[in-house]
Structure formats: C-alpha cells, structure tokens
C-alpha cells in the first residue's frame, strides 16, 4: 500500500480530522489570539448575520492542502467539514442554553451569555443581531461560510495537485 493510498484512505482522514478537531478545540482560545476571530482581523466581513474572518482562511488552508494530498476525497472531505460544522453548532447551542458539557470546561471559553431557544435558533439564523454566536461564525451563514471556504480551499488544492506538484 503506498503512503498516498494509506493517507487517503477514508478511515486514516477520519482519524487526522478527528486529532485536528480535537486540537482545535482544546486550543482554540489561543488560537483565537493568533487568528484573531471577528475581532481585530485582517480579513472580517458580515454577511447576513454570519460572519467571514481569519478564521475561514485556515478551514482553505486545510483542505487545499487536502486536496494537494488527496485530490480524488471530495465528498469524504466535504462530509468531515460538515460534521465538524455540527459539531460547531452543537457546541454552540449547549453554551448559550447555559448547559453544562465537556468541551466548555476543558477550553475555559464558557460563555456567560444564555439565551431561550427561540433567541439562540432567531440569532442563528440571523433574525436578530447577536455578536454572540462564538462557535459557529456568528450563526447559519458564517457557517455556510465555513463550508464554502472548505469546498473552494479543497478545489484550488485539486487544481494544485494536478497542475502544479504532479504534471
């Protein structure tokens, strides 16, 4: 089995995503210093309540590097970005109905912001302004965002595979 072939074999990326996940998630109030979330960032637009930051250029980063690595995954990367988007999701709403879960008390970044169901679901889906939705880009669209970023990030690394590392 050659190397490319091991790396991209579904089960290995599930595993890779799954560290990198885990890395960000335990890091990411430090990270959030190095790439500056929606505050102090050299890349911030609002868009229909979502947000796009610093933040959407590593989930490009990475998967173009994935698709360099892995051009022939799309549909096995788009379903690990995704997942980790509801994951994100998950995180978020937990935080914000002031439930108690493990990622909050291994990060330190528990929020003292709660909200009723109805508030997180009209923030989230950008019925009412809240520069509170950490987890999630700022609700529905940031994370479709996060998703775009992720599938063009992945493209650009299938061109790169293609026309530049292997012609």
Known sequence: MSCKT???NPTTLGVLGFIIMIFIVRY??????IFGGT???ALC???????LSNWQGTHFLLFMIGGII???NFKTFLFMGILWEIIELTIEYQEKRNE?????KHT????????????????YFGKTKSDSLYYCSQGFYGQLLDVTCNSLGYLLGIYLHKHVFWT
């Not at 108690?100 to 909050?104: F, S």
């Not at 528990?110 to 169901?117: A, E, F, L, P, V």
Request: glycine residues 4%; aromatic residues 12%.
């Open 6 to 8: 091991y790396i991209c």
């Open 28 to 33: 990411q109030k430090s990270l959030n210093k």
């Open 39 to 41: 505050k102090d960032c």
């Open 45 to 51: 637009y609002n868009w229909q309540g979502g947000s």
């Open 100 to 104: 108690k879960h493990t990622l909050c």
């Open 108 to 123: 330190n970044n528990c929020s003292n912001i709660t909200m009723s169901k109805s508030e997180f679901w009209k923030a």
């Open 70 to 72: 892995c051009p022939d």
